[in-house]
């Protein structure tokens, strides 16, 4: 029997920890960033500064998350399968 309370933690951690590497990973690429023309008044143009575009973070960590929390599942399940196939040919039934 699968042990569901394991694997929903697993997806939650593999959740967070995806969604963390994605937002930092956009971020850190340039990925997330803009060039914005920094104003004098309102009129008078003098450069660019370099911001973090908020959307695109969000949009990489919710797809990280999404990603993470899958195959974080999906190894816990593989592992509870592993060790229940291990346990049933142990006690051979």
């Given at each position: 029997m699968?042990?569901?309370?394991g694997i929903?933690?697993?997806?939650?951690?593999?959740?967070?920890?995806?969604?963390?590497?994605?937002?930092?990973?956009?971020?850190?690429?340039?990925?997330?960033?803009?060039s914005?023309?920094?104003?004098?008044?309102?009129?008078?143009?003098?450069?660019?500064?370099?911001?973090?575009a908020a959307?695109?973070?969000?949009?990489?960590a919710?797809?990280?998350?999404?990603v993470?929390?899958?195959?974080?599942?999906?190894a816990?399940?593989?592992?509870?399968?592993?060790?229940e196939?291990?346990f049933?040919?142990?006690?051979?039934?």
């Amino acid at each position: 029997m699968k042990d569901i309370k394991g694997i929903a933690a697993a997806a939650a951690t593999g959740a967070s920890k995806g969604a963390v590497v994605a937002a930092a990973t956009s971020i850190v690429s340039g990925y997330a960033m803009a060039s914005v023309p920094v104003k004098v008044l309102g009129l008078i143009t003098v450069g660019t500064s370099t911001v973090v575009a908020a959307p695109v973070v969000a949009s990489a960590a919710a797809c990280g998350a999404l990603v993470g929390g899958a195959l974080a599942a999906y190894a816990a399940y593989r592992k509870q399968a592993k060790i229940e196939k291990l346990f049933h040919d142990a006690i051979g039934d």
